[in-house]
Nanobody, 121 residues
Framework: QVQMVESGGGLVQPGGSLRLSCAAS????????VHWFRQAPGSQRVLAAT???????TYSNLVKGRFTISRDNAKNTVYLQMNNLKTEDAAVYYC???????????????WGRGTLVTVSS
């Protein structure tokens, strides 16, 4: 069974930085697009950033210029570098990946359980 596990969340002051990680494990043949979503209390889960297998990226206007998504295919890990954090960035951050799994290459979307980011002075 493929699993996605997020890490790196925590408490940071406004203007600070955090780097989140999303590591995939299990019988993975390949990982396609990976997305970072975030969900603030009382709000819907929204897409923050995406990285495709080619390495191309897209960002929500809310994070563009401050967040950077990257991937290490050898480690099956995707990162989200978050700089100049604002109080409104506080949320649970989830990753979601499209993956093909062994042995037959079946494709599925897998969510992680999230990591909490708190931005407060």
């Amino acid at each position: 069974q493929v699993q996605m596990v997020e890490s790196g969340g925590g408490l940071v002051q406004p203007g600070g930085s955090l780097r989140l990680s999303c590591a995939a494990s299990g019988p993975i043949l390949s990982i396609h697009a990976v997305h970072w979503f975030r969900q603030a209390p009382g709000s819907q889960r929204v897409l923050a950033a995406t990285i495709f297998h080619t390495g191309s990226t897209t960002y929500s206007n809310l994070v563009k210029g401050r967040f950077t998504i990257s991937r290490d295919n050898a480690k099956n890990t995707v990162y989200l570098q978050m700089n100049n954090l604002k109080t409104e960035d506080a949320a649970v951050y989830y990753c979601r990946a499209g993956a093909q799994v062994a042995p037959y290459g079946a494709y599925g979307e897998v969510w992680g359980r999230g990591t909490l980011v708190t931005v407060s002075s």
